[in-house]
């Protein structure tokens, strides 16, 4: 074990706090450490730091980070029995050669298994296949009593939906059980549509996604007028080996390849780069370039992760960081979708390509986010003067037609906010109360968030 | 706890009856301001019913700053209160009378600006360090930077007081906890009603917008307005019979 004392923060490099970090590799795991390294100011697990905001971060207490763990492939089965500190990365390495994938990928291979149970994480098939949480069989957690126990949906349904999405506030996830998909190759056959504008983003969407497994918009958020809301479309699904040997012949002689490049990595030091002429240059060459309408094949680094070819790309918003706002609104709040994409492209903040999709059924978890409707993700420069009281006014709008707002992303809601975003908050202390009575579990966004 | 555009929960404002005290928390309110703690001399006489920052509780307690052996329990009864601080403003301090010459009137200046700086300054940090966030927002002045015929005891304690928050932030780096020192150049405010104004002159509330601008920026040091960094930073060097010229 190796003990730091030093300053976190989360993906978006705002608000940083200093906690003792606790390295723990897999194999230093007992029931008693957390006694042990508990501060009066609690513990929170952390993975790869890649929650935007303060979830991962316990100013003036502990920090436990677990280290890579192993990898049980029972391929008969199709799951994989795996440490929860192992990055989908190592995971992606260890099963795309053998012929499977994650049941849910984000947009970056560098996250925990951990912190994916813990934010019950989604990804461009939700509409299809729901979220992490929803192929995972059973997973271990270190409680606060000292107990390490394998948690099952049948056998202790409330701690089980506490925990999936519920932000390490419940104990430390230390292995889970995942079931994983089948792929005959390690390629995509993706279909990508250049859209003019939002109305017709939003037709294609609801008419056609249903024939994929896979599909995401980008979208300029700083084209206003008639373009306002233009995207690119893409949408695909994993390529049979036949549809391999037809679009690739070269590549069907490894169809289970995996080797993802690191292109470029962001040095320290850099001021904003991404300010809005800087953007509006960007999305606009980005939307030029995109093909009206193109089927291709693509690696999985190119379909589900191409920003992780850019090391430390965070880097490129300078010191003062960005945030991620991510919500979701229910499918028929169409016209609140829409006015907040125009304030948005109106508003003079710099959005970088901004991320529309359409989310399918709720997993169950009681903190989960993914619930049925419109998901909509921007990236803004955290200095911007304004941006709180821009982000203030769509909260409420979010609010006003029963949305919510993804905590793994959230850096500046409110403990208001987010309870009513999630009815099932309550429940959720309850559960919290009962396997934490002490209060152990603690991080900067359950201060901030009254989670606790 | 800040979120990530710099915005409080809780702010405390040490000499909490100041203009700038004042309007930097009126420009640092949001939905997410919960508490103002508003740490004054002497109670009775602030009428805190006649304030409003949104929709936060305002909480007034006493300080005295020519009371160093009381902070540091000012501080921790603040934090038994309100839980923990994200931002504390140390807005107090005093002007002296004009050429100002009596030892013992010096002294007291001293007293107030300088050592009721260091040891509150102490207390939060300790509090800050302890918390493993929150910053300390020092408003010092220009006055500090090169000090003047005309107020040389006042620009000296200001000069103390600006290199001991220098040096206390550079001493919290890793803490989590920071330091923002903030050099305002004349401000109109009750402190200064009735003098002329000097070049460069701002409202409280603009030192408040470049308060609130230096914290979303993580900054260390603020100017106000911020060309004063440019013009100080080539009137320190002036020769000695320059700077007497400029100093009417």
Redo the contacts between chains.
Sequence with gaps: MRTT???LTGW?R??????TVHDVSADELAPEIIQRLVTP?GIIARGLGRAY??SAQ????AVLRLGPGPIHLDAAAGTVRVGAGVSLDELLRHVVPRGFFVPVSPGTRFVTVGGAVASDIHGKNHHVDGSFGAHVEAFTLLTADGDQRVVTPQADPDLWWATIGGMGLTGVITEAIVRLLAIETSRCIVDTERVPNLDSLLERMESGDHRYRYSVAWVDLVASGSNLGRAVLTRGDHATSAELAEYDADGAADPLAFAPPSLAKVPQGLPNLLSRPAVRAFNELWYRKAQREHRSIESITGFFHPLDMIGDWNRLYG???F?QYQFVVPFQAVDTLRSIVATVADSGHASFLAVLKRFGAESGGMLSFPTPGWTLTLDLP??A?G???L??DL?RRVLAVGGRHYLAKD????P??IRAGYPRLDEFLQVRRRVDPHGWWVS??A??LDLL | ???????P?TVVVLGGASDIGQAIVAELV???LRTVVLAVRRPETLDAAALAFGDAEIVVVPFDAEAPSTHADVIDGIVDRVG?LDVVVQAFGQLGAPGLSDPVDAAMLAEVNYVGAVSSGLAVAEQLR????GTLVVLSSVAGVRTRASNFVYGSTKAGQDGFATGLGHSLA????RVMTVRPGFVRSSMTAGMSEAPFSVDPTDVAAAVA?GL???RSVVWVPGILRVVMGLLRFAPDAVWRRLDR
């Excluded at chain 2, 302890?130 to 966030?133: E, F, S, V, Y």
């Excluded at chain 2, 890793?174 to 906890?177: D, E, H, K």
């Design positions: 004392h030093r300053e978006g705002t608000a940083p706090s200093t906690a100011r905001g303060d316990n100013a003036g207490g010191r003062p960081g945030l955290a200095a003067p941006l709180g009281e982000l203030a909260d850096a500046t809601t409110t208001e906010v900067d966004q201060r901030r | 706890m800040n979120n990530a555009v710099a915005q929960q949001s939905p997410a923990d302890r918390q493993g966030h890793g803490t989590g906890a601008g979303r920026r993580h």
